[in-house]
């Protein structure tokens, strides 16, 4: 997935417009599509690092947090829009584990839990088991909240 979303960069600067491109799990930023294009990116980032926090406040942003680092604040132009962005952004973390790289992987949940089986047993079992325990329940947490979200704007409609 890609496109324009405004990026917050700082309190002199405010809200930016960037180009956003959602790809195997990473998702970089360019000043602008044209920029993609040429490969002058201004940064990326591992989606699976990220918890995808849905705003309450703003029906337009999507916070991605990173563990009292570098968070990433994302707005898109309107609700769809950002609808859009939340389910690719988990989609992306659901099929690109932290520990597996893109050739590892595709769209099939059997490939997925294949490698998730593997990584159990190449390690202790414990550390990969409470990372995936974790990722999962901060997806069901996503989608709770976005059917939240869509069920309060039936009752509005």
């Known amino acids: 997935m890609d496109g324009y979303l405004q990026k917050w960069t700082n309190?002199?600067?405010?809200?930016?417009?960037?180009?956003?491109?959602?790809?195997?799990?990473?998702l970089s930023y360019f000043n602008t599509e044209n920029d993609s294009k040429n490969g002058d990116c201004k940064g990326s980032y591992k989606i699976f690092m990220f918890d995808i926090i849905v705003n309450k406040s703003d029906k337009t942003r999507v916070d991605l947090i990173l563990s009292n680092e570098n968070n990433l604040y994302l707005k898109a132009s309107d609700y769809k829009e950002r609808q859009k962005w939340l389910v690719a952004l988990a989609s992306q973390k659901a099929i690109y584990p932290s520990?597996?790289?893109?050739s590892q992987l595709?769209?099939?949940n059997e490939n997925t839990s294949k490698l998730l089986s593997q990584n159990e047993n190449s390690m202790s079992?414990?550390?990969d088991s409470t990372y995936f325990?974790?990722?999962k329940q901060?997806?069901?947490?996503?989608y709770c909240d976005l059917?939240?979200?869509q069920i309060t704007i039936q009752f509005q409609l």
């Open 106 to 108: 595709n769209d099939s």
């Open 133 to 135: 325990l974790k990722l």
């Open 99 to 102: 520990n597996a790289l893109p």
């Open 11 to 26: 309190y002199l600067k405010g809200w930016q417009l960037r180009y956003f491109v959602l790809k195997d799990g990473i």
């Open 125 to 127: 079992g414990t550390y």
């Open 147 to 149: 059917l939240s979200q």
């Open 138 to 142: 901060s997806e069901l947490k996503l």
